[in-house]
């Protein structure tokens, strides 16, 4: 990954039960809603996850929760890439650090989802939902994961490629592990 400098203002508030704090902190800094965004299974095993979520509630501060998108990402990427494969091999070159090879700009884009799944691992993030999950998920669990993603079947997603029920079962399918 290329070097870069990104600015941006943070409190960090460390210690025993600092978490408590969570919903103090979203209203002094005039936060109206929170993204609850954790990578994999230890922000729930250690029930820390359910313990912020529920700080969250008793102080009248919304949430959503977002887990794992790193589990799916590199299905996605793969899935939607031909939409704008310049896009994709632009994100290798200059935020991967992939060298573009003009001859293959399909091999370069993929070589830039690949070092995005080593950067994952890195920080310790899941890239398919078998890490995500510890296990094999079913068949049952992925159209049930598309129903609500399509919001039973009614609704598509997407800027671009706009995802129908259809691709979004094809990702996860392809994000099995």
């Known amino acids: 990954m290329k070097d870069f400098n990104y600015y941006a203002p943070t409190e960090v508030v460390f210690g025993e039960k600092s978490e408590e704090q969570v919903a103090a902190l979203v209203r002094k800094y005039g936060g109206t809603k929170v993204l609850v965004h954790y990578g994999g299974q230890s922000a729930i095993r250690s029930g820390l996850l359910d313990k912020i979520c529920g700080l969250l509630s008793e102080g009248g501060v919304p949430f959503v929760k977002l887990g794992g998108l790193a589990a799916i990402w590199p299905s996605w990427a793969r899935y939607v890439m031909h939409e704008n494969l310049s896009r994709f091999v632009r994100y290798a070159v200059n935020v991967m650090d992939v060298?573009?090879?003009?001859?293959?700009?399909?091999?370069?884009?993929?070589?830039?989802?690949?070092?995005?799944?080593?950067?994952?691992?890195?920080?310790?993030?899941?890239?398919?939902?078998?890490?995500?999950?510890?296990?094999?998920?079913?068949?049952?669990?992925?159209?049930?994961?598309?129903?609500?993603?399509?919001?039973?079947?009614?609704?598509?997603?997407?800027?671009?490629?706009?995802?129908?029920?259809?691709?979004?079962?094809?990702?996860?399918?392809?994000?099995?592990?």
């Open 99 to 177: 060298p573009n090879d003009f001859s293959d700009p399909e091999g370069t884009a993929l070589k830039g989802i690949e070092a995005m799944e080593r950067f994952y691992h890195a920080i310790g993030m899941p890239i398919n939902i078998r890490e995500l999950i510890g296990r094999d998920i079913t068949d049952a669990e992925i159209r049930e994961m598309t129903r609500k993603c399509s919001r039973d079947y009614q609704r598509t997603c997407g800027a671009l490629k706009v995802l129908t029920a259809a691709d979004m079962e094809a990702i996860y399918n392809m994000a099995r592990g």
